[in-house]
């Protein structure tokens, strides 16, 4: 689908990582929520099942009000948002919404408004010039509207999100890991030649 539409209200409240305790934020989640690598290729060297990329929807709409901070966008101007779902033997496993900013979708990078149900991910971490700021996360209801109402749950979900950065261009990645999500053994190795370059902080935009 692709059009316009008017941007949904419900931001999750997130949060750095810092301001998670161990209690609130376990170990046992903390090792795959923090992770930096590929999500892609997480999903599949689990090799439980064919994986692939379902596109819900793509359309210029005005982004959500911490989405626009972040990636300081004007008040009321548009940006490019992309929400997929991850699915893995057939079953949603992952919601993600991308933003793209207008002045992002030039040059090298025009050819991200044409995804279609290619991964963002193998696109960004084969991407040389990578940079990846720390995650913020939040936890949500499963009721979300947040969420498309087709991948809406029972259970709350973990969430996440971090800015990538390209030849001085921003995009922001959100991702939400649904009730049939299995995490990696906690001993997969890293791949770090698809991990970019991670800041030492969420930098806060010019103002």
Known sequence: MQGFYKANSADPHWLPVQQF?????????????????????????????????????????????????LLNIPTRQLALVREVALRVNGSAVVFARSVFPYTSLTGSLTHLRKLKNKP?????????????????????????????????????????????????????VSEVFLHKFSPWPKALPVHRSQRGTVSSAMLQPKQ
Request: with cysteine; hydrophobic share 40%; net charge positive.
């Open 21 to 69: 305790t161990t209690a609130s934020l376990p170990p046992a989640c903390r090792y795959w929520l923090l992770d930096d690598g590929s999500l892609t290729r997480r999903l599949i060297d689990l090799n439980t099942g064919p994986f692939r990329v379902q596109r819900l929807y793509q359309g210029w709409q005005v982004p959500l009000p911490s989405e626009r901070i």
């Open 120 to 172: 963002l991910g193998a696109i960004l971490f084969n991407h040389p010039g990578m940079h990846r700021s720390p995650f913020e996360i939040a936890r949500l209801g499963g009721n979300s509207d947040y969420l498309p109402l087709a991948l809406q749950q029972g259970d709350d979900a973990w969430a996440r999100r971090s800015r990538f950065t390209i030849e001085n261009k921003a995009l922001l």
